[in-house]
């Protein structure tokens, strides 16, 4: 057995090594890696450019409401200019236009332009609830519980949205990594077949550890550059402040890691099939065609259920359903429907069907890499004689 | 199969054979080894046994099953039925480590590095790093092309990616190399460096078969050969039992007499095959007497040139082969060695 995994390690290595290499891999990670931080920190530099937040108090501005506004400003670090308005509907006017970064109702309340999502910072960190703080304390009336003035938005919350938009950008991570990474491995190895070097492995390794080792190097490579990407997002969305960090969506980010994974295991050996039944790669994208055909109609109908109302009783079965599960759950988790044992159930089922599926590919693959001439159909792989 | 099996087996092959499958001595044994392509037949009960530390040929016309039964020995296609043994012993994962392959269609990773390609299939074969290193360097050097180490595959010339190519079949040091049609596409300088290699190895005891169509190469680098046709066995033997088996021939030449004239007197038990610039060759039929074409021939005039002729590998190649022709069915016959379609044999 450890002869067996030596082996399969060394082909994985190569793989890794190979891959790593490659320019198009260096110049991809570093456009996705990039393309993140910019998606980070240009909001957070816009945001800072603000230099003044202006705090519309209502009512007199006394000396104890303006001190609760520039406690607040010291809370948080930003200069506030405090302007104060006779009524609140004036005061609403000009926060709707945006032109104010929040309203002190003194002893009252606090308001801001749009309802706070249950999963962003309510306090400390925003000015809206170093306000709400600040001026819960200083009129002592214990508003809320905590002593901190209540914060209302004018608006309805825009968290489901934004935790959606996060679940799509997700789905679109998953699915482009799947189907790169799918595409590779079909690629390399109908190139391996091709090129005939495969008759000189196959001469000192099993078709099976050449199989799981070119799917564990390419899928070691994958998931370094989705972590790249996550640590990036991570990292400077903490850094910086950014709204985009938030529990909603780093839940909706962890459950699209993991679904990468299993996704990926999914997957990777029907591509290896795949690739094993054609003679030239320039056959390799119709025969990898019907393995990714679940993951493309998934990822179409992702865009119904992020943008709709309801979630379709349907979509919940391709939530459970293997294929279409790493992209239909992941969007359930991000529209907030989906509990975590249902994560949990739908990741077992994916993850039973995936060693079903590597034993039919290794299969497929043993009699389709030394086939020649024409390409071999996936019936005829499956059907054909020891 | 016992060696009654075995030499049965022989005599109805209808030609010479010896050292069967269960030949004292194999190192390679292939014992019945059957293989169907569908309807056709590529190996049909193929039976043949290596000595150890020899340079074997494997001969065959296109789509004999050369390829096939190599391909089966290193375990790269499974079988129907039959088996090969290697040391007396089936061959399992173990065993095939010790085997160094080259197929026939040639291929190796187009990008990666000669030095690269050489460690990584040392390391497959359950060499250590160390190891590999050292053999990559070695062998890149034995063949002259130590300055390509640093080179892509794809980079090099034919003749050196064939160079590496052999390398990468010797990198781990076999005891058996499998050589399929090694010298196909080599320069003469190219097979003579190829040949002193494979003869190098046997000389250190590793057991070479390799195919080849180059019969005259096989007959000055062979020891013995095996002869297949239509996935069965038609000849096996040492080169000197096959060239010297047959009807006895011979070359004279008797002084003035360009066009064979003399051998109007030969007795009927002797069929004059040709004659070349006065020099006649004549085969003789069973019993008939070598000194009584001396005697015609010196009744004739001065006999200039008298010699008892060897067969050439190739006169016993098309003997074999042309004699299975006649025998075969209908049914025989399998896919060429490099077909053209369906599963490769």
Redesign the interface.
């Known amino acids: 057995m450890t002869?067996w995994l030596t082996?399969l390690w060394?082909?994985a290595a190569?793989e890794l090594r190979?891959g790593m290499r490659a320019r198009s891999f260096r110049v991809v990670t570093v456009l996705l890696v990039a393309a993140v931080a910019a998606a980070v920190l240009i909001p957070a530099a816009l945001k800072g450019h603000r230099t003044v937040d202006k705090v519309g108090v209502v009512g007199a501005a006394g000396p104890a409401a303006t001190a609760t506004v520039h406690i607040a400003s010291r809370i948080t670090g930003t200069t506030v200019q405090v302007v104060p308005f006779g009524s609140l509907a004036a005061a609403e006017a000009q926060l709707r236009e945006g032109n104010l970064a929040a309203v002190l109702v003194p002893g009252r309340a606090v308001l801001i332009a749009r309802t706070p999502s249950a999963g962003s910072p309510a306090s400390g960190s925003s000015l809206s609830g170093a306000l709400a703080l600040a001026g819960g304390l200083a009129s002592g009336s214990g508003a809320a519980p905590g002593g901190s003035l209540p914060v209302r938005g004018l608006s309805p919350p825009l968290t489901a949205l934004s935790v959606r938009l996060t679940g799509l950008a997700v789905s679109i991570a998953i699915y482009i990594i799947i189907l790169i990474y799918g595409s590779r491995i079909t690629v390399g190895v109908s190139e391996?077949k091709s090129?005939?070097?495969?008759?000189?492995?196959?001469?000192?390794?099993?078709p099976s550890q050449l199989l799981y080792g070119k799917v564990l190097g390419l899928g070691i490579l994958a998931l370094s550059q989705a972590l790249a990407i996550l640590v990036t997002f991570v990292v400077l969305g903490s850094l910086v402040g950014s709204s985009l960090i938030h529990s909603a969506s780093l839940q909706v980010v962890a459950v699209g890691a993991l679904w990468i994974v299993v996704g990926y295991a999914f997957y990777c050996t029907a591509y290896a099939a795949a690739g094993s039944l054609v003679s030239k790669p320039s056959d390799a994208y119709n025969a990898s065609l019907p393995v990714q055909l679940p993951l493309i109609v998934s990822y179409i109908i992702t865009f119904t259920v992020l943008y709709g109302d309801t979630v379709p009783g349907f979509y919940w079965f391709l939530a459970y359903f293997p294929p279409t599960a790493p992209i239909s759950m992941t969007v359930l988790v991000a529209v907030g429907v989906a509990h975590p044992w249902q994560v949990a159930l739908s990741v077992l089922l994916c993850l039973a069907a995936t060693v079903l599926m590597a034993w039919i590919a290794s299969r497929v693959y043993a009699r389709g890499i030394?086939?020649?001439?024409?390409r071999l159909r996936w019936r005829q792989a499956l059907r054909k004689d020891? | 199969m016992d060696d009654h099996e075995a030499d049965e087996q022989g005599r109805t092959a209808g030609h010479v054979r010896r050292g069967t499958a269960t030949g004292d001595g194999a190192a390679l044994q292939l014992i019945e080894l059957r293989r169907r392509y569908g309807d056709r037949a590529a190996l049909d009960g193929l039976s043949f046994a290596v000595p150890a530390g020899q340079v074997f040929g494997f001969l065959g016309p296109n789509g004999a099953g050369k390829t096939t039964a190599m391909?089966a020995i290193?375990?790269?296609?499974?079988l129907d039925g039959g088996e090969v043994r290697w040391r007396g012993a089936p061959v399992d994962?173990e065993a095939?480590?010790a085997?160094g392959?080259m197929?026939e269609?040639?291929?190796?990773?187009?990008?990666?590095t000669v030095s690269e390609q050489l460690e990584?299939?040392g390391?497959?074969?359950?060499m250590s790093s160390a190891g590999a290193r050292e053999s990559a360097l070695r062998w890149t050097d034995r063949l002259g092309v130590a300055d390509k180490r640093p080179a892509k595959i794809e980079t090099l010339s034919q003749g050196n990616q064939q160079r590496i190519?052999l390398a990468?079949a010797l990198v781990h040091d076999p005891d058996l190399l499998v050589l399929d049609e090694p010298f196909a596409g080599l320069d003469p300088a190219g097979v003579d460096e190829m040949s002193a290699v494979l003869a190098e190895r046997a000389a250190e005891g590793a057991t070479v078969l390799f195919s080849s169509h180059q019969l005259d190469l096989v007959q000055d680098l062979c020891e013995a050969v095996a002869i297949i046709h239509r996935g069965r066995l038609v000849a096996e033997g040492s080169l000197d039992e096959l060239r010297g088996g047959g009807e006895p021939r011979l070359s004279v030449r008797v002084a003035g007499d360009l066009e064979g004239l003399w051998t109007h007197d030969l007795p009927a038990a002797v069929r004059v095959a040709g004659v070349k610039a006065g020099t006649v060759s004549v085969v003789l039929a069973p019993g008939a007497d070598t000194q009584l074409v001396l005697d015609v021939a010196r009744a004739a005039g001065g006999v200039e040139h008298f010699s008892v002729d060897r067969r050439r590998l190739s006169d016993v190649f098309r003997e074999a082969v042309s004699g299975r022709l006649d025998e075969a069915g209908p049914t025989g016959g399998g896919p060429a060695d490099s077909?053209?379609?369906?599963?490769?044999p």
């Open positions: 002869g082996t060394l082909v190569r190979q391996e090129s005939r070097v495969i008759e000189v492995l196959l001469a000192a390794v099993r030394l086939h020649g001439g024409s020891g | 391909r290193v375990g790269v296609m499974a994962d095939r480590r085997f392959y197929p269609e040639r291929g190796l990773y187009p990008g990666m990584y299939l390391r497959l074969y359950g190519q990468a077909d053209g379609g369906g599963e490769r």
